[in-house]
């Protein structure tokens, strides 16, 4: 094709009508496309990391204990009856079909507990004591955090390009972000030198304000790995300055030119996500391709300030208008695979989980904290084979039968 244009290109008078009207024609097909090694391609398909996806089957499980958890806890005495499982459950929207309630709580003998009401002689649930001592460790746990809590959310608020959040926002992910439930008392209020809430003037919502940036709480989690990844491992200087830490989901495909691209992306400079560019001419290519990476370093930031390292990509959307995050969260979170991964298990494909993939090694985090461990706690229990706590009854039944004995004697 390319020799055919070439020669008619020659056998074409330049000084006629038809060349002058052909010839730039050709010469625009014979140019070579831009090539690919300048930008990461926008357009990628989701490759699965079976690690993150399993980890979420789990989640789908603990979900649905943890609100049967607050079902059983907001009934008198802590308890209730099996008959009225069926009616609650289809009233919290828990998607069980009739009879399946009960059945669902026979496979975590080690969280739910059914025995038969010594006077009505009917069936009732309650939680175990291994499920009680966890949920107070979880609360133990929330409330010794608070410091860092407070530090926590005084990132998030700098964050922003206001410098205010909106309370509600917050109140839907304070379980990512470890904040007690009574955070607006405790947390906002208890520490008027650093937060303000305030009115909307043109809506009823409430808003979380700075009071003063601290410039020590604008170094982001990335800078610090980056410091890590310079002392130990000796890179240049250069190289990581701008950098993200990449880990590529096993089965993804890296051509030759998107590795130049991503080495490129590597060294491109950006603002950090606690800088003002209000100031900035923001019209140029190079200062979009600088936003996009700030994106990047704020989805990230917003990923280290959570407990676990993941938040679903819904509550991601909150936070968009406030830290200048792009429209498509999914598909520029798709671009960045190796920085984050997306995981549509746990909730029926509902709802997207993302992940900061550094933080995690082999199914746990790297670097765990008190909250984190509790809350594995309860999925130690739901993972725990039911034979096991059918044994653990015998050792009771027989360790009664024995102090029985002893007491006769």
């Not at 909106?166 to 972000?177: G, N, Q």
């Not at 200048?324 to 549509?344: M, R, V």
Request: proline share 4%; aromatic share 10%; glycine share 4%.
């Amino acid at each position: 094709m390319k020799l055919f244009l070439r020669s008619a290109s020659k056998t074409l008078n330049s000084k006629s009508k038809l060349a002058t009207t052909i010839l730039p024609l050709i010469n625009l097909i014979l140019v070579k496309p831009f090539s690919q090694s300048t930008t990461i391609p926008r357009k990628q398909d989701r490759v699965r990391d079976h690690g993150y996806d399993n980890y979420m089957e789990v989640e789908k499980k603990i979900r649905k204990v943890i609100k049967f958890h607050s079902l059983i806890l907001s009934q008198p005495n802590n308890t209730i009856a099996i008959s009225l499982l069926d009616t609650l459950a289809r009233r919290l929207g828990l998607g069980f079909k009739q009879h399946e309630p009960g059945a669902f709580l026979l496979k975590f003998p080690h969280v739910f507990e059914i025995y038969e009401h010594p006077v009505q002689r009917i069936l009732y649930c309650r939680l175990t004591r291994k499920a009680v001592d966890q949920i107070r460790h979880e609360h133990e746990a929330v409330l010794a955090q608070i410091p860092d809590v407070v530090t926590r959310l005084r990132k998030l608020v700098m964050m922003s390009n206001t410098g205010r959040i909106r309370l509600e926002h917050v109140r839907i992910a304070r379980t990512e972000f470890g904040l007690p439930e009574d955070f607006e008392y405790s947390v906002i209020l208890k520490h008027p030198q650093f937060f303000r809430l305030i009115d909307a003037e043109e809506t009823r919502d409430k808003y979380i304000e700075i009071v003063e940036k601290d410039p020590n709480l604008s170094i982001c989690a990335i800078e610090r790995v980056r410091e890590i990844e310079y002392r130990t491992k000796g890179i240049d200087a250069e190289d990581v300055r701008f950098s993200f830490v990449v880990n590529f989901p096993p089965g993804f495909k890296i051509g030759k030119y998107f590795r130049i691209a991503v080495w490129k992306w590597q060294r491109l400079p950006y603002w950090s996500p606690y800088e003002d560019i209000s100031g900035y001419d923001l019209r140029s290519m190079e200062a979009q391709n600088r936003l996009e990476k700030r994106a990047v370093a704020c989805i990230h930031e917003l990923l280290s300030l959570t407990v676990e390292k993941k938040i679903t990509l819904e509550r991601i959307a909150h936070f968009r208008n406030v830290m200048n995050l792009p429209k498509k969260l999914k598909e520029f979170l798709l671009q960045h695979q190796g920085i984050f991964y997306i995981s549509t298990r746990g909730n029926y494909g509902k709802l997207h989980t993302v992940f900061l993939r550094e933080a995690y090694k082999r199914g746990e985090l790297v670097e765990p904290n008190d909250v984190y461990l509790a809350r594995r706690r309860l999925a130690d229990l739901v993972l725990m084979s039911p034979r096991k706590a059918k044994v653990d009854a015998e050792l009771v039944s027989y360790r009664n039968g024995l102090d029985d004995e002893d007491d006769v004697e």
